[in-house]
């Protein structure tokens, strides 16, 4: 059956004008920095964020959104369009990989950070699925013990044994169902907050970094498996970092996909 909109609850006339103010201009930011030959996704996180407030800026255009939560993901998902792009950024646990992988137009999993992680979704999808599921492996840049994620690579680093690599090479060889379409980080806050006009964001230099590491090392280890990883027009990894405090500063540092909550959705209810 057909998921329709129509049980979804109208945003009154004044949160509309609110939404469609605050995307607008998210929106000619994120294009006032991205250079002239790309156009990166502005996912639209809407954790916490009512249904209303989703489809009001789905009737605007916007077709990425993310969530953290795998049960407010699914309630959304069922009532809201079908051809949305959802895309997961919260914490990945193996006992819910089945209901995630249930969603059908789950876009992508961003927060991927074990082998466990990755057998579990593999297995959960559905063999129907009409396209594999993107995966990106989240990369702790700043080594914050309360960021989740595997450590960025280096060209010191001991390739074949780190845990990016072995992550990278299982999915490619041993999860059919999933394309390795990237990396994504966090970072800290103090960073971003530290890196100035000219000075760059160590986070972002990283993840970069480590991405360019990986790109060579998939290119020349398994040439047979050029076509299971990054984005095809480009073949390379992408990067997804930069969120509302950030983003302008990630899209300078090359960030292809930039996920904006409170930017364009306002602040959030604390956690109790
Ligand atoms: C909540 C969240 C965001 C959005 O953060 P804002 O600062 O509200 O833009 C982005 N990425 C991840 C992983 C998140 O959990």
Redesign the pocket.
Known sequence: MASSSSSVQQASKERTEELLESLAEIRSRVKAVSQSNSSPTLVA?S?YKPASDVLACYNHGQRDF?E?YVQELEEKARILPADIRWHF??TLQSNKAKALASIPNLYSV??LGSIKGATALNKALPTDRTSPLRVLIQINTSGEDSKSGIPPLSDSSSLENSELVLLATHILKECPKLRLEGLMT?GALELSLAASETEKNADFERLKETRDVLDRYLKVTYPEALDRWGDEASRRLVLSMG???DFEAALKAGSDIV?????IFGQ?PKKS
Not at 259 to 263: F, P, S, W, Y
């Open positions: 996180v954790k993310g953290n950024i919260g961003q927060t966090i969120m509302s405090g996920r904006v909550g409170t930017g959030r």
